[in-house]
């Protein structure tokens, strides 16, 4: 199965692996393709939903998500952890031409509803999961400071009457990538919005609209600014959702999260092999201590 094939690969420490076998029932909440991009659809984050979600703090990876749903002491204390929730599949980001540099970079339409007060950030990240129990932690360093202007590692903010919005990088990946793929932190005033993120590769601009609740996307932006995110930003292949300062901030606070991603190949031709919707495992990487339990 890729997506712990991957992990595993990544966190390459410390885990105690159960694994639980499930029936044929696989979820596919996410495999509404159209002709050329890949469509994700999540009206609502529940315990159906997120069984194709993984849910990542500092210290251990929880997938399926789901997981939080089961009243236990500690899927509620991950539920307060800060963390990521995150499609258990990467998407595709860019693809390396001739001589190693980007041939084609994809663009990208996000939409949900978000309400709670409580801070939520859209994110790509790199096609692994940062290292846990990493240097700085998931937030990184205090003192980072982008130098570079145009690539949207240089954070950007804007307020409206709804929310403040800041876009930035991803600062969990340690000291040396600092600044990697897209961090758009909302924050709503309160009540429920409406939020719009549309990343345009072709003149590598990302642009942020806020309405009210049930109200239609507006004309102009709230925050508009540069972005590359082909190259050293992050990687071909990239893993994408949500950060917030607990995780159930997420689950709770975010509606009608829709995705919409250019697609480079046709599925029955690119993609890893990886089928979507048919995992028949459930993976329970529980991070025990300093249990070693794999190498
Ligand atoms: C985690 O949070 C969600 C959303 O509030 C809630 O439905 C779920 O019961 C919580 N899980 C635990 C184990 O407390
Ligand atoms: C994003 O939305 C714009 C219209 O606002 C559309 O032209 C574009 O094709 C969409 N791109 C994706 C990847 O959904
Ligand atoms: C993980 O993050 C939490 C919350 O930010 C922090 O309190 C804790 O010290 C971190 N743990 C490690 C091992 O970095
Ligand atoms: C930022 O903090 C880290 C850890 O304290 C330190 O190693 C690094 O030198 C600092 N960087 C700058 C630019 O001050
Ligand atoms: C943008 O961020 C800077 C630095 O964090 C802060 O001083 C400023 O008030 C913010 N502006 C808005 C409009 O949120
Ligand atoms: C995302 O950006 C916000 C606002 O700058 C920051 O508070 C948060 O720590 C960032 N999260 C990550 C995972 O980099
Ligand atoms: C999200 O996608 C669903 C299903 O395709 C659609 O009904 C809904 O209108 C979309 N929501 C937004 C805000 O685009």
Redesign the pocket.
């Known amino acids: 199965m890729p997506s712990s094939d991957r992990m595993t690969g990544a966190i390459k420490l410390r885990l105690v692996l159960l694994l639980v076998v499930v029936g044929a029932a696989a979820i596919s909440v996410a495999a509404a393709a159209a002709a050329d991009v890949d469509s994700f659809s999540y009206p609502v984050f529940d315990a159906t939903t997120t069984q194709d979600l993984v849910a990542g703090s500092n210290t251990s990876i929880l997938t399926p998500a789901s997981l939080l749903f089961n009243q236990d002491a500690l899927f509620a204390e991950f539920n307060r952890t800060e963390g990521f929730l995150l499609l258990s599949r990467t998407v595709d980001v860019w693809r390396v031409g001739t001589g190693g540099a980007p041939a084609f970079e994809a663009s990208f339409n996000t939409s949900f509803a978000l309400s709670g007060g409580a801070p939520v950030a859209f994110v790509v990240l790199r096609d692994s999961y940062p290292t846990l129990y990493g240097t700085g932690g998931l937030r990184g ?1 205090a ?1 980072y ?1 982008a130098s570079d202007a145009d690539d949207g590692a240089t954070s950007r903010n804007a307020s409206g009457s709804l929310v403040s919005v800041e876009a930035g990088p991803v600062r969990s990946y340690g ?1 040396d990538s600092p600044a990697v793929g897209l961090n758009v932190t909302v924050t709503p005033n309160d009540a429920r919005v409406a939020v719009w993120i549309e990343y345009d590769a072709g003149v590598h601009r990302l642009s942020v609209y806020v309405a009210g609740a049930g109200e239609a996307r507006p004309a102009t932006a709230l925050l508009d600014a540069p972005l590359g995110l082909a190259g050293e930003r992050t990687t071909e292949k990239a893993m994408v959702g949500f950060f917030a300062g607990a995780v159930q901030d997420i689950l709770v606070g975010v509606r009608d999260w829709n995705l919409t991603v250019d697609r480079f190949f046709d599925s029955s031709g690119g993609g890893d092999g990886w089928k979507k919707g048919t995992s028949s495992w459930v993976i329970l990487l529980a991070v025990l201590g300093s249990v070693a339990a794999m190498a």
């Open positions: 360093f003192n400071s000291p």
